[in-house]
């Protein structure tokens, strides 16, 4: 059964980052879709960063040119990069191993 656990969040002021990891149990993780989600108070969860297992991303409008998904598939591990947070960018992060398991979520907070 796969697992994965989220880390890094935390409370920032705008402007400034924050990286999370993701590190997922279980085999053959270099070929799966690795995806960001994240749910803000009273909204739908939403799609933030999505990579395909030939490290192909795509990200959501209101992140393009701050947020960065990566992944060391050694570590079992993904990441995403936040830069220049916005208040906006307050929520729970989930990472997703698409079809397969979900994170415990990781909560961002931007506010000064």
């Known amino acids: 059964q796969v697992q994965l656990v989220e880390s890094g969040g935390g409370l920032v002021q705008p402007g400034g980052s924050l990286r999370l990891s993701c590190v997922a149990t279980?085999?053959?993780?270099?070929?799966?879709?690795m995806a960001w989600h994240r749910q803000a108070p009273g909204k739908q969860r939403e799609l933030v960063a999505r990579?395909?297992?030939?490290?192909?991303?795509r990200y959501v409008d209101s992140v393009k040119g701050r947020f960065t998904m990566s992944r060391d598939n050694a570590k079992k591990t993904t990441y995403l990069q936040m830069n220049n947070l916005k208040p906006e960018d307050t929520a729970v992060y989930y990472c997703?191993?698409?079809?397969?398991?979900w994170g415990q979520g990781t909560q961002v907070t931007v506010s000064s």
């Open positions: 997703h191993q698409e079809n397969v398991a």
């Open positions: 279980g085999k053959f993780f270099g070929i799966y879709t």
């Open positions: 990579m395909t297992g030939d490290d192909t991303v």
